[in-house]
Nanobody, 122 residues
């Protein structure tokens, strides 16, 4: 059974940067995709970025392209989300999950952790 634990959130001023980490426990296969999502108060959980475990393919929501970078370190079973040029609209709880292929629907992902809060002040 897969379980993911997110960390690295915090309070940052607009224009600042944060790096989130997601440690994956349980077996991960080459077909799996690890994804980052976020949920702002009163809104649904939304896709942010994803990466295939087997290769370098990555995917991004339009709202974060050019600002966020997803990466992974297989030896540590960890996926990262580097977030630059943060804006107040990026404020949310950030979650990571695992899917059997590339998906933007959070219902296709499993192993959600408790998330990590990111707050961007103006």
């Amino acid at each position: 059974q897969v379980q993911l634990v997110e960390s690295g959130g915090g309070l940052v001023q607009a224009g600042g940067s944060l790096r989130l980490s997601c440690v994956v426990s349980g077996r991960t296969f080459s077909s799996h995709v690890l994804g980052w999502f976020r949920q702002a108060p009163g809104k649904e959980r939304a896709f942010v970025a994803a990466t295939r475990w087997s290769d370098s393919r990555t995917y991004y929501a339009d709202s974060v392209k050019g600002r966020f970078t997803i990466s992974k370190e297989k030896a540590k079973n960890t996926v990262y989300l580097q977030m630059n040029s943060l804006v107040p609209e990026d404020t949310a709880i950030y979650y990571c999950g695992r899917a059997n292929g590339y998906e933007t629907d959070p219902r296709r992902y499993v192993g959600w952790g408790q998330g990590t809060q990111v707050t961007v002040s103006s």
